[in-house]
């Protein structure tokens, strides 16, 4: 087992250091198949950003798309960037499938966690749980710590303290992401009691000197750092490098520069994070404006990745954030991110598009 220790969280050690983005499947325009050209697109622009990983969202993909999807992304990053993903499924059998494929198609390590709906009734069935799945890869595991409801039959902050330093004991286990929303007590506990073997993870730009400082944070993800830069003005990996390197000073004056983008990303998702939506279309809204490839995406049977459009003044205030930073967001037409800018530069318009639309010009 110490091999196993030694080798994944020194791969980890070495490789985890920055910022993993979001990346999201781009469809064809009639979204019947994939745009290879709008995934491969989005992968460069993750590489251009600056960052480590991408973590590949499966979202409303077939099994076999998900595989094609995988492999695009891998293909595309080569050796200069990561690609991971997250196995969240509603049943255990789709669980193992995507385990499965994670590791066939070459992705670098995984987040594991339970199906919003799971329910655990003892800290041993929820152990059992990571562990079955944990032990079906040799891909190195995330996990997450995140606030919410699905667990304060065991821990009233929502987080199982006491299952996660069991699973910091398995050799495979190399860090665990905090939740932007996580209460500051239980953040320090666990940072307390997993710092010397897991890698922590905060996506709260706010208390970052403080895990950099004090726990060793070195890793972020994964979430749109693309609302704070763009590939030519790295804001938020600068902020993280310079923190790094130990000069806060530098690092706090650039989180004021970037604070008012940081605070309109919040004020655009907090509403819908707290009733189960993901805002993926708004995250690839993010993404296309500083040069990745939008498109729309499929709508889901699950409410929890239902699909919503951004609406004009949606598109405003994130273009109006980006401004407040000193960055121009991309002033090509909204049809470009109907149709995925892959597609836009070869022709394809939006009155060709098979499927209906919310957005205009306007």
């Given at each position: 087992m110490s091999k196993g220790i030694s080798t994944h969280r020194a791969w980890a050690k070495k490789h985890f250091r920055g910022f993993e983005n979001i990346l999201m499947p781009s469809f064809s325009p009639d979204l019947a198949g994939l745009d290879e050209a709008g995934i491969r697109l989005d992968v460069r622009q993750s590489i251009?950003?600056?960052?480590?990983?991408?973590?590949?969202?499966?979202?409303?993909?077939?099994?076999?798309?998900r595989r094609e999807y995988f492999r695009i992304a891998v293909d595309e990053a080569g050796d200069k960037i990561a690609v991971s993903s997250v196995v969240m499924e509603p049943t255990p059998e789709m669980q193992y499938a995507l385990i499965e494929d994670a590791g066939d198609m070459g992705l670098k390590h995984l987040l594991i966690h339970p199906f919003p709906t799971f329910q655990a009734q003892s800290e041993d069935e929820l152990y059992e749980f990571y562990r079955d799945r944990i032990e079906r890869t040799n891909l190195a595991v995330c996990l997450w710590a995140t606030d919410g409801m699905q667990f304060r039959n065991l821990h009233p902050s929502n987080v199982a303290l006491d299952v996660y330093d069991r699973l910091a004991d398995l050799p495979n286990v190399i860090a665990i992401k905090l939740m932007t929303t996580l209460d500051l007590p239980v953040i320090y506990q666990i940072c307390e009691r997993l710092k010397d073997r897991l890698l922590i993870g905060g996506v709260n730009l706010g208390i970052a000197p403080l895990l950099v400082k004090h726990y060793g944070m070195q890793w972020s993800g994964a979430w749109t750092q693309e609302a704070l830069q763009s590939p030519q003005q790295r804001f938020a990996v600068d902020y993280l490098e310079l923190l790094l390197a130990g000069r806060d000073d530098e690092a706090i004056e650039l989180y004021w520069k970037i604070k008012p983008a940081y605070g309109a990303l919040f004020a655009l998702m907090s509403p819908m994070l707290p009733k189960g939506v993901h805002p993926f279309t708004h995250l690839k809204y993010y993404q296309w404006c500083v040069g990745g490839n939008g498109g729309l995406m499929r709508e889901a049977d699950d409410p929890?990745?239902?699909?919503?459009?951004?609406?004009?003044?949606?598109?405003?205030?994130?273009?109006?954030?980006y401004r407040s930073i000193g960055i121009e967001p991309c002033a090509d037409d909204v049809e470009s991110f109907i149709v995925g800018r892959a597609a836009y530069q070869n022709g394809v318009r939006a009155a060709n598009m098979p499927v209906k639309h919310n957005y205009s010009s306007t």
């Open positions: 251009s950003h600056g960052f480590f990983s991408a973590f590949a969202v499966p979202l409303g993909l077939s099994r076999e798309e929890a990745e239902r699909v919503f459009p951004v609406t004009a003044a949606e598109r405003e205030h994130v273009k109006a954030a």
